[in-house]
């Protein structure tokens, strides 16, 4: 879809446009429900309180758990990652990080370990394998473990390309060994189903803004059953106002100072557009997207498509004779929004073998249709004619 005269696909930093509903809902929160929820007992604060629980319950709903109280809203997936991270983790504890790791879970992890609090290992997730690659990373995790290993941290489906983890299989994998599993689901949430309960998964982080179709300054944890952390940010929360001590209860415990209403409840919207349109039909969508860049760029003499067996909302890929940043900044030239460069994942692009070059990274959203991908085609086959 052409919006503002753009053709965007850059929807893995941040989904967009957005859904009308969730502007309109944004704006809504700020004109009709303006206070502070959970801070009074007057109308306003008690009609935000009703807005955020709703999404609480939508959230729940849509990541498969029993209780709203297991949902805590974050800025991103960032804060949420480092909620649980530094949350989790206790001096000389051992952690197992993929290969493909986001600098959200990577920069964490190293500041860590580089203090002397933790050490760390990084796991395969072998994405050339055709043949038995879910054993193959089981095999590789097990042999990593050690006796002080507390958690194993993947993501679902990588930001540099549609590479995803086989997360049913790991958590099976840390439940045996009791080691707790952190998922990113950055790149997954609302593109794929995620049932946290039934998937064994101990925490799952995800923003409100890419997938879910929420606006910026929205994310969540969702924690598994039984999971408690030791508080990343203490604060006032109108609960338990008379105590120094944080209270020993979800969500309130991890939720520190005012709620941003307005994304939570843009968020809330967001989360029922997904739902009505379903995330297979979005999952699908997105794989015809991604099946039709493969073939037209594919076409262009010097295009290079980094793993294209890995069908999803991600497309990487390289020019002959141009570097990532000046495809990138041809293709804005031509009205053309797609991310080039390293996408804060060091770990992701020297395991595909980019770190020297990076790549352009072509994101689909719901809001993409076909002639998006003609115009990118036609602009990158422009651009390979000028060389
Ligand atoms: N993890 C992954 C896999 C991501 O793609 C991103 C966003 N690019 C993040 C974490 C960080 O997300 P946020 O910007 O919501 O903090």
Request: with cysteine; proline share 4%.
């Given at each position: ?84 991270i530094?949350?989790m983790l206790k001096s000389g504890d051992h952690v197992l990080i993929s290969d493909m790791e986001?600098?959200?879970v990577?920069?964490?992890i190293?500041?860590m370990a580089?203090?002397?609090?933790i050490t760390y290992d990084i796991f395969h997730s072998y ?7 879910t054993k193959r990373i089981c095999s590789d995790i097990v042999q990593k473990l050690r006796r002080n290993t507390r958690l194993v941290i993947c ?10 983890m086989p997360i049913k299989e790991i958590a099976e994998l840390c439940k045996r060994s009791g080691v707790r599993l952190l998922v ?16 064994g998964i101990d925490a ?184």
């Open positions: 879809m052409e919006y503002g005269g753009l053709i965007y696909l850059d929807n893995a930093a941040t989904t967009y446009p957005k859904p009308p509903e969730v502007y309109g809902e944004t704006v809504k929160a700020m004109l009709n429900y303006g206070g502070n929820p959970g801070r009074g007992a007057h109308s306003l604060s008690l009609a935000a309180a009703k807005k955020i629980y709703e999404c609480r319950e939508s959230a729940a709903a849509l990541f498969g758990i029993s209780d709203p109280e297991r949902v805590i809203f974050t800025l991103n997936t960032t804060y949420g990652l480092n909620t649980v530094k949350g986001h600098n959200a990577y920069r964490p190293y500041k580089d203090q002397g609090q994405p050339h394998e055709t043949k038995d690659r993501n679902h489906t990588s930001n540099i390309c549609s590479l995803k990113d689901g950055a790149q997954s949430a609302g593109h794929e189903k995620i049932r946290v309960d039934e998937m799952l982080c995800v923003p409100g803004h890419k997938g879910l179709y929420g606006i910026q300054g929205s994310g969540m944890v969702i924690l598994g059953r039984g999971i408690k952390l030791s508080t990343l940010v203490e604060g006032g929360n109108g609960v338990n106002s008379l105590e120094g001590k944080m209270p020993d209860f979800t969500p309130e415990r991890y939720e520190a100072g005012t709620l941003p209403t307005p994304a939570v409840s843009g968020l809330c919207e967001g989360i029922k557009f997904v739902k009505a349109v379903g995330e297979e039909r979005i999952a699908e969508r997105e794989k015809e997207l991604f099946r039709q860049t493969r073939e037209r760029l594919g076409n262009i003499e010097g295009v290079k498509i980094y793993l294209p067996q890995h069908e999803g909302s991600v497309l990487l890929f390289n020019v002959e004779g141009f570097s990532a940043e000046e495809i990138g900044e041809r293709l804005n030239r031509e009205g053309i929004c797609v991310r080039s460069g390293h996408h804060c994942s060091a770990l992701g692009h020297r395991t595909l073998g980019t770190a020297d070059s990076g790549g352009v990274r072509v994101s689909f959203g719901v809001f993409n249709n076909n002639e998006d991908i003609e115009e990118l085609a036609a602009a990158v086959n422009k651009t390979v004619k000028e060389r």
